[in-house]
């Protein structure tokens, strides 16, 4: 039974509901789990509130906390594989990729947050009329984190720790597929030695349910989204009523330039991670690749055959690169993008398994027209629309022909091409001859249909803060 974690404490659902979490590579429930109504909700929120108005933790040093957060990433390394099963078994992720890349970030999102929270500079504003003024960076309170099922442990943590580090308090709302991760972490920052209600989970679904008795809490300070851009609109109006900042983590629509003098087997390799990784269930996914005119023939052969080498399978399994997709729900909606595809659309390899499962073979789709849905839906699966392109300035309008804005990459051997195009693309990360490289002091956002508001370093203290201007008569 996976429960909610209300002050310190597992909790059941106070009317005793449950809903089931489905391994989607079994195909069957692997638990049951507490289904919130509004009280059990609120009592998050309540405990949240008291953690932050009466309790000790926002008022501790940066010190003092950070040895808290740190704790906890010690205890997160310590349970990495029990951490791993739990994403893996919730949303079907490969076994290698939790314990290679989510579960490590996810400590190091704690350390990153609590060291930085310490160093973080804070400004003087020196005057000439003999005015003393200064800024305070005072945590804003409790927010409410509301989390996808991608990356469960990852993203939730993204969210967590910098809150935390600030000085809030918080309840989170992981996604309903994915339950499993936010309460063993819960259940760890109490072990760690955080008091109770700093960290709370909420279970449930999102309209008229958990989601949305959250964000329509009057208990809450902080909003902060990762999910769909339609949910994000959703989001942005509960936060208006109630005038709460929030932050929006949306959806994506990739694009990826190939340039004919870029080193090519990177720019396969690279151009592979970026659309395969995680089944395609990435916001950051390279969906939308543009090859130049010079070299498009060669590349496809090539990135074709990199697609057919991944390895199809179950999770667990060691050798793993693609598992089934997170739900029935997901698979079905990847495979109608697929059953809808244009007559001119060429599928180059992959396609739906077809055996039962949820898995959708890594996909490489040629001439589709560029107004098909496939090229301009984020499809959110092991799929990518290949176009061809002749000029810089045929790249960057093609590239730039989306409502959404959240990345975008680029591979060349020219250092000039690299900063001009870079500059010219609207999204808010431009990867250079790589992708999903982080560095957690950079901002990180979307432009248009992809988000609103920038985390990460600084960006994350000005949304968890409320910064105050000190002015003080000598
Ligand atoms: P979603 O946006 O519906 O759900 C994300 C989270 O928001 C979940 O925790 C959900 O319970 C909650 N939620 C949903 N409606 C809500 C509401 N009205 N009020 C409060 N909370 C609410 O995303 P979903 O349905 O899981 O995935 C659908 C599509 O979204 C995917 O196919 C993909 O295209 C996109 N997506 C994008 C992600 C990203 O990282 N940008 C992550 C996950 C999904
Ligand atoms: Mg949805």
Redesign the pocket.
């Known amino acids: 039974m996976i429960e909610n974690w209300i002050d310190g404490k597992a909790r059941e659902a106070g009317d005793g509901a449950t809903f089931e979490t489905i391994d989607p590579w079994t195909q069957t429930p692997h638990d049951t789990v507490a289904l919130s109504s509004r009280d059990d909700v609120d009592a998050a929120v309540g405990a949240a509130r008291r953690a932050f108005d009466d309790g000790p933790w926002p008022k501790m040093g940066f010190a003092e906390r950070g040895e808290l957060l740190h704790a906890l990433a010690d205890l997160i390394e310590a349970s990495a594989d029990e951490l791993a099963a739990a994403d893996s078994h919730d949303m079907g992720k490969p076994l290698r990729a939790m314990l290679g890349k989510d579960v490590p970030r996810a400590a190091q999102n704690f350390r990153f947050f609590a060291d930085h929270a310490r160093l973080a500079p804070s400004e003087l504003y020196p005057s000439d009329t003999g005015h003393h003024a200064f800024a305070r960076y005072e945590p804003a309170g409790v927010a409410a984190a509301?989390?996808?099922?991608?990356f469960p442990l990852m993203?939730e943590t993204w969210k967590i720790a910098p809150a935390l580090a600030w000085g809030n308090t918080v309840v989170l709302?992981?996604?309903?597929?994915t339950p499993t991760s936010a309460s063993f972490l819960a259940r760890l920052a109490t072990e760690a030695g955080f008091p109770d209600g700093v960290l709370n989970v909420v279970h449930g679904?999102?309209?008229d349910s958990a989601?949305?008795f959250?964000?329509s809490s009057d208990g809450i300070d902080r909003l902060t989204?990762?999910?769909?851009s339609t949910?994000g609109r959703?989001?942005a109006a509960?936060g208006a009523a109630k005038l709460v900042p929030v932050s929006l983590?949306?959806?994506?629509k990739g694009a990826n330039i190939v340039f004919a003098d870029c080193d090519l087997d990177e720019a396969v390799s690279w151009s592979n991670r970026a659309i395969f990784t995680n089944a395609g269930q990435v916001?950051l996914a390279g969906s939308r690749l543009f090859v130049q005119s010079e070299i498009y023939d060669a590349f496809v052969d090539r990135f074709v055959a990199s697609a057919e080498a991944l390895t199809v399978g179950a999770p667990s399994d060691a050798t793993t690169d693609v598992g089934p997709l997170a739900s029935k729900t997901?698979f079905a909606?990847v495979a109608g993008f697929l059953t809808d595809l244009p007559a001119e659309a060429n599928v180059r390899c992959g396609g739906v398994a077809d055996d039962g499962s949820w898995v959708v073979r890594p996909t490489v789709i040629t001439d589709a027209p560029v107004d098909a849905r496939i090229c301009t839906d984020?499809v959110?699966g092991p799929v990518v629309t290949i176009q061809r392109f002749d000029t810089e300035d045929e790249a960057v309008a093609a590239a730039n022909s989306t409502r959404y804005g959240l990345n975008a990459m680029l591979f060349t051997e020219n250092v000039r091409r690299a900063h001009r195009v870079a500059a010219r693309l609207r999204a808010g990360t431009v990867w250079v001859n790589c992708f999903f490289v982080r560095d957690l002091r950079a901002p990180f956002g979307g432009v248009g249909w992809s988000g609103v508001g920038r985390e990460g370093g600084l960006y994350s203290r000005e949304f968890f803060t409320e910064p105050k201007a000190v002015v003080m008569q000598p």
């Open positions: 509301i989390a996808p099922w991608n993203l709302k992981p996604a309903e597929d679904f999102g309209p989601g949305e959250l964000t989204f990762t999910g769909e949910t959703v989001i509960a983590e949306l959806g994506g916001c997901h909606k984020e959110f």
